[in-house]
């Protein structure tokens, strides 16, 4: 049961971390994103603290994260201002450093766990995080991709993205 207390605790800080990065972007883009990952962090916690108790669950995915990729269409004009905040590949960058320890801390305790149902659970949880993974890494490609190619629009062939 130390493991699953340890998953459930890594969940919660992940749903405070997400929580606290929605307040600092408060009034953009970014808010959404983190608040979505926030409440899939909070479920999890829900499944593992379940489990723990011998409570039944569902595992069930919900596919929440896939509307913020719309959301820089919906954007508002920009306004200027002077903000002390990290940039948006840094706090991507953050996030996917997190997203990948769950995904190791889940995929170990799933070959360690002895019943079905466990290796159920875990297998599920590395799923989420795996799509909370891909989700945040195609947002940090898109908002870094200015950073990471320079071409004339005269000139050349330009992948789509």
């Known amino acids: 049961m130390e493991i ?7 969940e919660l800080d992940g749903e ?6 929605a307040k600092k972007n408060e009034g953009n883009a970014l808010k959404t994103v983190f608040l979505s990952l926030s409440q899939d962090e909070a479920k999890h916690a ?3 603290q379940n489990r723990a108790e011998g409570q039944p669950y569902d595992l069930v995915s919900h596919d929440d994260l896939t509307e913020p990729l719309s959301l820089f269409y919906k954007s508002e ?10 940039s948006q590949t840094d706090l991507y960058q953050a996030a996917l450093d997190m997203e990948k320890k769950s995904i190791d801390l889940y995929g170990d305790l799933h070959s360690k766990a002895t019943d079905n149902a466990a290796k159920e659970l875990f297998a599920f949880l590395v799923g989420e995080e795996q799509h909370h993974y891909a989700v945040i890494d195609e947002l940090y490609h898109y908002v870094n991709r200015p ?3 320079v071409e004339s629009a005269e000139f050349g062939v330009r992948e789509d993205y």
């Open 77 to 86: 004009d920009f306004k200027s201002a002077v903000k002390e905040l990290p």
């Open 147 to 149: 950073n990471e190619w």
């Open 46 to 48: 829900r499944l593992l």
């Open 4 to 10: 699953l207390q340890f998953a459930i605790a890594m």
């Open 16 to 21: 405070k971390y997400y929580l606290q990065q």
